[in-house]
């Protein structure tokens, strides 16, 4: 049985893996000697089953003892033999994480042309489509048997894995990063493999789920040059003081957060707030909420809040701010952060009013403040035109003076190479 086709050199060899994924990659077959080729030049001998949906020229005898299954095209030029099942990953499967009403809000809306802020539409998305602040799970299925864990990795040969458990499939996985190709087997309980294939979530809002409520990555926002960086820096409410060990696991190990920063504290009522994950490094900074309204050292507090971010990201440390709800003070602190990395002011708008999406919060752009109601958005934009000269329109302008600006004799402002920093830590090229 022969076949004379032209192909693509791969290699073969005990105990492998075939990997194609996508189309423009060349197809690989994992073994001892990566890129290697090996020569076959007579017959084939099958003792199993071979199933071939492409192309394979075989020149000399291959005996196949166990199944192969192959779905790209292999180049075999020498003698092999395989005496164990060969895993293919097949075509990658897109998997859409965020839920209707988010993806629509995010699609939909523009604030661009409102700098007035008299706008907001996101209570309409909410009324439409609920109160979900939750991301959609990338689900794996498979048949033939129960399963006991599903390992995951970045790279196909899983040398850096995350387990998740599982029985019955489909199998709901959560907190994927982004526009990311994950490779998976679905094991047995005897570690036979079950399943193996490609899955790439499609966002690009990441929603966290399992830690705490309203959490979300800061990446994935365009900014100056690209897009913010992936699992660097995180915003979210505050942590359970009876913090579960799945979420406990979660925050440490699958998102990999070294660093609680807590903006609570400058309330009675918060005056004995602390650390819950005693693995994570704890900074405190008690901001009050309305930075427009902010009396003492407010200023300060944020300037120093930005600079303990540059810091951690420096030392490649993984940071999660939060206040109480995850809206106000985290809300403030996030839109400065991305103002300074050239986040665009309609975006800006849109990453604050995403805490709407959770239950019981609504924070909406255009709600006007009152001497005995604040709106923290509207009234910290409009504190931040206060540092605009004439010809100084864009909000991420503003911030940078706000920055720049010395507030205090006792706190030096950041500067402009601490920005470059914290620029070059979170922003990534498109």
């Known amino acids: 049985m022969k076949w004379r086709f032209p192909l693509f050199a791969v290699i073969v060899g005990l105990h492998v893996a075939v990997v194609s994924c996508d189309p423009e990659e060349q197809t690989l077959i994992e073994y001892i000697t990566r890129h290697d080729t090996i020569q076959v030049r007579d017959t084939i001998q099958l003792n199993d089953t071979i199933q071939l949906r492409d192309t394979v020229l075989i020149s000399d005898t291959i005996l196949i003892s166990d199944t192969v299954t192959v779905s790209d095209t292999i180049q075999v030029i020498d003698v092999v033999q395989v005496h164990d099942t060969v895993l293919v990953f097949g075509d990658i499967e897109e998997c859409d994480i965020e839920n209707a009403g988010t993806r629509k809000y995010l699609e939909e809306v523009d604030y661009s042309a409102d700098t007035a802020y008299t706008l907001s539409y996101v209570n309409d ?3 439409n489509y609920g109160a979900k602040d939750t991301p959609l799970p ?11 864990k599903i390992v995951l990795s970045v790279t196909s040969d899983f040398i850096k894995t995350y387990e998740v458990k599982a029985t019955t499939s489909p199998a709901d996985i959560y907190n994927l990063i982004p526009d990311v190709k994950y490779y998976y087997k679905v094991l047995d309980s005897n570690d036979k493999v079950l399943k193996v294939g490609c899955v790439r979530p499609i966002g690009p809002l990441r929603m966290i789920k399992g830690v705490s409520d309203n959490v979300r990555d800061l990446g994935g926002w ?17 942590l359970s003081s009876k913090i579960s060990s799945s979420a406990k696991d979660i925050f440490l190990n699958q998102l990999g957060i070294s660093v609680d920063m807590d903006l609570r504290g ?27 309204r902010g009396t003492g050292n407010t200023q300060e507090l944020y300037q120093q809040a930005i600079r303990a971010v540059i810091g951690c990201l420096e030392k490649g440390k993984v940071v999660y701010f939060h206040c109480a709800g995850g809206a106000d003070r985290t809300g403030t602190l996030a839109f400065l952060i991305e103002a300074l990395l050239g986040v665009s002011e309609s975006d800006l708008s849109k990453d604050y009013e995403l805490t709407t999406f959770d239950g019981s919060n609504k924070r909406l752009r255009n709600f006007r403040a009152t001497e005995d109601e604040t709106h923290i958005l509207y009234e910290l934009v409009t504190y931040l035109r206060r540092f605009g000269y004439p010809e100084v329109s864009s909000i991420n302008q503003l911030v940078l003076i706000w920055a720049t600006t010395r507030h205090s004799d006792s706190v030096d402002p950041l500067t402009m190479e601490e920005i470059q920093l914290l620029r070059q830590y979170l922003i990534v090229e498109d």
Do not use: C, L, Q
């Open 266 to 292: 400058i309330k009675s009522s918060e005056s004995t707030v602390g650390p819950v994950i005693t693995e994570a490094e704890y900074i405190k900074f008690p901001v009050e909420k309305n930075m427009g």
């Open 125 to 127: 998305y909410r009324k």
């Open 138 to 148: 990338v689900k794996i299925s498979w048949t033939g048997g129960t399963a006991s």
């Open 222 to 238: 365009k900014a100056d040059g690209g897009h913010i960086a992936y699992g660097k820096i995180y915003r979210g409410a505050k």
